[in-house]
């Protein structure tokens, strides 16, 4: 997980960077099912939201899904997933604040507090509550959205959640400190998702443009307490890779079945920290499955 500087307000290094990334980034959004794009307005700046499909494939209207990516990422990290999850329910995909993408932080994001207040925010416009899913530190903001706003989490799925039931394994900690230097970007993602992605996969010149182009100015995660996690209502779902290189699945499931009084908990014994695009169909009908159980 790239660590941000001094907590400020993040933005691309120049124009020129923020081209080259725009570029990329609309590449790989060209390749997602039809969506209908605008931006959401917050105290800490103007979040960009994408409308995926509308309706069960059988016609019924369903609850809608909220995608939040890991660091660097954008709504195109979730092209593997996409096509099931629109055939079943409408699905809401967003741009981080702070991170490189189509959303513009506007101001400090100084901790946890304030990243559940943006998507909070963001979860009210879109009428909420909605299912949450969170990848990686995805899955952490979720997290602290479902704690300190509960009315806007109808459930909660954490997909190769980052700092979130288990700490940081100190390899990946040591290996994030070397995406700030020239050229080891590459390597980073490599350790984080326990191998080379395809060389034609279009998320990866937005994942490397990102990380090179854009300095975050965000606070390092805070990790949740058992009280944190005791107090959550809502359903949750816990899907960890067995050989993740981010976090600790066995530690993790034991944490959360311990404190997380309605959870479902699975360990993969064959997963990376890639989990949800490298699993993507076993993760697609885990999620339907959770989510027709949450909605009953």
Same mark, same amino acid.
């Given at each position: 997980m790239k660590r941000g500087g001094a907590m400020g307000i993040g933005g691309?290094?120049?124009?020129?960077?923020?081209?080259? @990334?725009?570029?990329?980034?609309?590449?790989?959004?060209?390749?997602?099912?039809?969506?209908?794009? @605008?931006?959401?307005p917050t105290v800490f700046g103007i979040v960009r939201v994408h409308r995926f499909g509308g309706h069960h494939s059988d016609g019924g209207p =369903?609850?809608?899904?909220?995608?939040?990516? $890991?660091?660097?990422? /954008? /709504?195109?990290?979730w092209a593997p997933n996409l096509p099931?999850?629109? #055939?079943?329910?409408?699905?809401?995909?967003?741009?981080?604040?702070?991170?490189?993408?189509?959303?513009e932080q506007t101001a400090p994001i100084t901790g946890d507090?304030?990243?559940? +207040?943006?998507?909070?925010?963001?979860?009210?416009?879109l009428g909420g509550p909605l299912h949450v899913v969170g990848a990686?530190?995805?899955?952490r903001w979720g997290l602290e959205l479902a704690v300190r706003h509960p009315a806007g989490v109808a459930s909660l799925a954490l997909l190769e959640p980052a700092h979130t039931l288990s700490r940081l394994r100190p390899g990946f900690v040591?290996?994030?400190?070397?995406? #700030?230097?020239?050229?080891?970007?590459?390597?980073?993602?490599? @350790?984080?998702? $326990?191998?080379?992605?395809?060389?034609d996969d279009p998320l990866t010149p937005?994942?490397?443009?990102?990380? /090179?182009?854009?300095?975050?100015?965000?606070?390092?995660?805070?990790?949740?307490?058992? #009280? +944190?996690?005791?107090?959550?209502?809502?359903?949750?779902?816990?899907?960890?890779? $067995?050989?993740?290189?981010?976090? @600790?699945? #066995?530690? =993790?499931?034991r944490r959360a079945r311990a404190l997380i009084a309605d959870v479902e908990v699975e360990v993969w014994p064959e997963a990376t920290h890639a989990l949800p695009s490298s699993h993507a169909e076993r993760v697609d009908e885990r999620l339907a499955a959770f989510h027709a159980r949450a909605d009953r």
């Open positions: 691309f290094v120049d124009e020129a960077a923020r081209t080259r @990334h725009r570029s990329a980034l609309d590449a790989a959004m060209a390749v997602l099912p039809p969506h209908a794009s @605008h931006d959401v =369903g609850r809608p899904v909220l995608l939040l990516p $890991g660091r660097l990422g /954008t /709504t195109a990290m099931a999850l629109v #055939a079943r329910r409408p699905v809401w995909a967003l741009d981080p604040l702070g991170e490189p993408g189509a959303s507090a304030d990243q559940a +207040a943006w998507l909070a925010e963001v979860v009210g416009a990686s530190l995805g899955a040591a290996t994030s400190l070397l995406a #700030a230097v020239p050229g080891l970007h590459g390597l980073v993602l490599r @350790h984080a998702g $326990g191998g080379s992605p395809p060389a937005v994942l490397v443009l990102g990380g /090179t182009a854009y300095r975050l100015r965000l606070a390092p995660p805070g990790y949740p307490s058992d #009280a +944190a996690l005791r107090s959550l209502g809502m359903p949750v779902l816990a899907l960890l890779g $067995g050989r993740s290189t981010v976090g @600790h699945a #066995a530690r =993790g499931a």
